[in-house]
């Protein structure tokens, strides 16, 4: 089994609805991350959080909200999805240490419509 | 500016090639340096990491770094088909719990 799980791998959408994306983690590290990949942009960090009750804005949090249920589980919200949002999402979880590298999901792929 | 630069190619070599990819950075306070792969409709996984200038090898890759011209490189020697994946350069910002990540270069090994 994957040691970073993400649900649903796919996604199509219309705007306005709430999605929830869903990250679990094996690996019983204390960080964890959501980030965006976009073509040309590279992977954009929306929320990080250190343990579960240590929430942080990233650099393109604006939309998005998440919840860190337990160590193991950090989902991301769109509350109400628009087209621009269409992207690859990422999940990351990191050991605590400065030479520790991310560990990632394999992804869910959002279509908003 | 962006803080990490890449071409983000596509880059295509024959199988055997040596595959040079590159990064640019504008923050002189980047003191480690990863790069990352990324196979098709998978996340990133670690593929190498250094700590300041020089050279690191790990098999058929070598890592570079040259903080006077805040440029670093990974090589790949006798480059496979298995080796086509889209390359990331990524450095730590000040907490080393966040990262800065390149946009990435596609590359494509033709057997």
């Known amino acids: 089994d994957?040691?970073?799980?993400?649900?649903?791998r796919n996604r199509i959408t219309k705007t306005g609805k709430r999605i929830m994306l869903e990250c679990s983690q094996t690996k019983g590290h204390d960080r964890m991350y959501w980030y965006r990949q976009d073509p040309g942009l590279g992977l954009r960090l929306i929320?990080?959080?250190?343990?579960?009750?240590?929430?942080?804005?990233?650099?393109?949090?604006?939309?998005?909200?998440?919840?860190?249920?337990?160590?193991?589980?950090?989902s991301l919200s769109l509350e109400s999805?628009?087209?621009n949002q269409t992207a690859l999402y990422f999940c990351a979880t990191k050991g605590t240490g400065s030479n520790q590298p991310q560990h990632f999901g394999?992804?869910?792929?959002?279509s908003i419509l | 500016q962006k803080e990490v630069e890449q071409d983000p190619g596509p880059l295509s070599v024959p199988e055997g090639a040596i595959v040079s990819l590159n990064c640019t950075y504008s923050n002189?306070?980047?003191?480690?340096?990863?790069?990352?792969?990324?196979?098709?409709?998978k996340g990133p996984e670690l593929l190498m990491y250094t700590y300041s200038s020089g050279n690191k090898e790990d098999g058929r890759f070598t890592a570079q770094v040259?903080?006077?011209?805040?440029?670093?490189?990974?090589?790949?020697r006798d480059s496979q088909p298995s080796d086509s994946a889209t390359y990331l350069c990524a450095m730590p910002k000040t907490s080393y719990d966040k990262v800065i990540f390149g946009p990435g270069t596609s590359l494509s090994v033709i057997p």
Do not use: H
């Open chain 1, 2 to 8: 994957a040691d970073v799980t993400q649900t649903p």
């Open chain 1, 47 to 74: 929320y990080y959080s250190f343990d579960v009750k240590d929430i942080n804005k990233g650099e393109i949090s604006d939309g998005y909200s998440v919840s860190r249920q337990a160590q193991a589980k950090f």
């Open chain 1, 81 to 83: 999805a628009i087209p």
């Open chain 1, 106 to 110: 394999d992804g869910t792929r959002l």
């Open chain 2, 28 to 41: 002189s306070a980047f003191q480690y340096f990863m790069w990352y792969r990324q196979y098709s409709r």
């Open chain 2, 66 to 76: 040259d903080k006077s011209s805040k440029y670093i490189s990974l090589f790949i």
